[in-house]
Nanobody, 124 residues
Framework: QVLLAESGGGLVQAGASLRLSCAAS????????MGWFRQVPGREREFVAA????????WYANFVKGRFTISIDNAKNTLYLQLNSLKPEDTAVYYC?????????????????WGQGTRVTVSA
C-alpha cells in the first residue's frame, strides 16, 4: 500500500506560478517511477509529466512546452511539479501517481496508486 497526498493547488491569475507537492508514504513504497496527471470534469485523465525515481529519465506531455518542471526528492519521498506561465486551460485537478515499474510512462494504466488530487484554477 502506498499513500499519496498532493498539495499546493489554488486559484491564480494567468501567467502566475504554482508548485505542487506529492508526499508518498506506506510499506509498498519502492523506487518506481512517478507521474503527474490532470483531469477536467467530463474529460479523461490526461498525462502531464513523469520521472524515474533516480531523476535521470523524464517525460513531458507536448502541451507542457517548457512551462512545467517535474522533480523528486528521494530523501523526503516527495514529488514536485513546478507550474509556470499558467494558462486558463491548465485549470484542472492534478493527481500524482506511482508507476508499476521503474521507467516513466504516459499511460494511466501503468500507474497503480493515486492521490486524491489538488485543484488548480487559473483565471484569465
Amino acid at each position: 500500500q502506498v499513500l499519496l497526498a498532493e498539495s499546493g493547488g489554488g486559484l491564480v491569475q494567468a501567467g502566475a506560478s504554482l508548485r505542487l507537492s506529492c508526499a508518498a508514504s506506506g510499506p509498498g513504497l519502492a523506487r518506481n517511477a512517478m507521474g503527474w496527471f490532470r483531469q477536467v470534469p467530463g474529460r479523461e485523465r490526461e498525462f502531464v509529466a513523469a520521472i524515474s525515481w533516480s531523476a535521470v529519465t523524464f517525460w513531458y506531455a507536448n502541451f507542457v512546452k517548457g512551462r512545467f518542471t517535474i522533480s523528486i526528492d528521494n530523501a523526503k519521498n516527495t514529488l514536485y511539479l513546478q507550474l509556470n506561465s499558467l494558462k486558463p486551460e491548465d485549470t484542472a485537478v492534478y493527481y500524482c501517481a506511482t508507476n508499476v515499474g521503474m521507467t516513466p510512462t504516459n499511460n494511466t494504466l501503468d500507474y497503480k496508486y493515486w492521490g486524491q488530487g489538488t485543484r488548480v484554477t487559473v483565471s484569465a
